[in-house]
């Protein structure tokens, strides 16, 4: 029996990607100092009347949520959540030590199960025959689009353009949800990826990915939009490797941070209308920032104070939440966002590393403290969302070791102790008001 620590983690495959948020993360701290943020006065308003508009349909987000506590990599519908559960390496060396192997399982919401996403009695889920069965080089990301009615696979490729297997060649799949039916969308060249860090977008009918290439020491980016129905970039725009989308606004922009003039950081619209890229703010010192519901949360430093800055992107109306408890030398995170909650927190110093995190509800400005919590191999987890349905969200609610029976290509059983999700529902105003009235997620997968 083996241990296997952190590669399992949360089902999540991360270590190159949690390097790049590492150094975005270092990026942004970095930027401390006195200044302040600079709205452009003469912004652009964001509209929804032009005619090539009303042709377009409401652009939403899919994938790769930003947050910035883990990667969210897995595919989010209302009737469940479909996450990879990559294979311990030893597994997966013998065949090729640069190819991954892995299973797409799923969570129901309504039967409380977690699963492999197969329905094939009896089947050891370890070959492409299997619905859930996935292999790749680098990392992989699964979301699903607007209309719910299919579930892709997105294998990055290699992000430095070094191609030793065919599966370092970036490829989006597309599948029913049941994950029956897999074909191949798209195919890269061998000098491109698709983005590890960009989120995806989606409307009724094309999908808005990032696209890196790769020239030399250059990279650049695309912004692309491919249409569900024929598999092909229809349109694209180009980003500088400075350039993260930030999400979407209004009906059909997008919003981009932009680090190409560090220390200054600027905040752009793009749209696929004009092309035009329109800054509408800047700032030269931004802790953290995030985009919900067309806000703009930053944490900032005023005169040595912290404040949460939220910009409401429709009116350009500014917030300014200075009540913040205030940390003593640590940095400042916005975690996530739901609806109007805005989920934020920092380490206090006074207290063993222990990390304090709030909610701040952006329809008041209180805060409230999050409390939601479990102990865990012996350090104290916050509760996470994982994902979130009609009027619920699942959570991981605890975490455990456990066993996980893995049969490979040849047969041969192997157990590994795999630390498992206690994943669970609970009603959004339970999670905001920190009860804990949890409906338990019954996991078939480990046991
Ligand atoms: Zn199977």
Known sequence: MQMITGHFLNGEKIPRIAVIIVLIMMIIVMTAGCGYINRISEKNQITNNSVEDEQQSQVVLVGNKPCTYVLKSGAETDNGYYEVIPWPY??????????????????????????????????????????SFISYSNAIVLFSDKSQQHLYIMELGATDGEIYT?????????????????????????????????????????????????????????????????????????????????????????????????????YE???????????????????????????????????????????????????????????????????????????????????????????????????????LGFLSIGAWNTVRIISETNDKYMVTRDMHWTSLSLIDQEGMVHVYDYLAPQYALIRCDDYWANKEIYEDIKDYVSG
């Open 90 to 131: 030893e597994m997966y060396s013998s065949n090729s030590p640069w190819i991954h192997i892995g299973n797409i399982v799923y969570t129901d919401y309504e039967t409380h199960t977690r699963n492999y996403l197969c329905n094939v009695p009896g089947c050891s889920h370890n070959t492409e025959d299997c619905t």
């Open 269 to 371: 619209t793009i749209s696929f209308n004009n092309k035009e890229k329109t800054v509408i703010a800047t700032a030269d010192n931004d802790f953290s920032h995030l985009l919900t519901n067309n806000l703009l949360a930053q944490v900032i430093e005023n005169d040595g104070k912290k404040e949460l800055l939220v910009t409401n992107l429709n009116d350009d109306s500014v917030q300014v939440y200075s009540s913040l408890p205030q940390d003593s030398a640590g940095g400042i995170d916005i975690y996530d966002a739901h609806e109007d909650k805005l989920h934020w927190g920092y380490i206090d110093q006074t207290e063993e590393q222990n990390k304090v995190e709030y909610y701040v509800d952006l329809d008041n400005g209180e805060y409230t403290e999050k409390k």
């Open 166 to 266: 065919n599966k370092d060649i970036g490829c989006l799949y597309v599948s029913d949800m049941s994950g029956a039916n897999r074909t191949q969308l798209i195919k890269l060249d061998s000098l491109s990826a698709f983005s590890t860090t960009d989120p995806i977008f989606s409307d009724d009918n094309n999908l808005y990915v990032c696209i890196e290439r790769f020239n030399g020491s250059e990279i650049t980016k695309d912004l692309c939009k491919v249409s569900i129905d024929a598999g092909i970039i229809k349109d694209s725009i180009e980003l500088s490797s400075g350039e993260m989308l930030l999400g979407n606004i209004g009906k059909n922009d997008f919003l981009v941070v932009n680090y190409d003039r560090f220390p200054v950081i600027e």
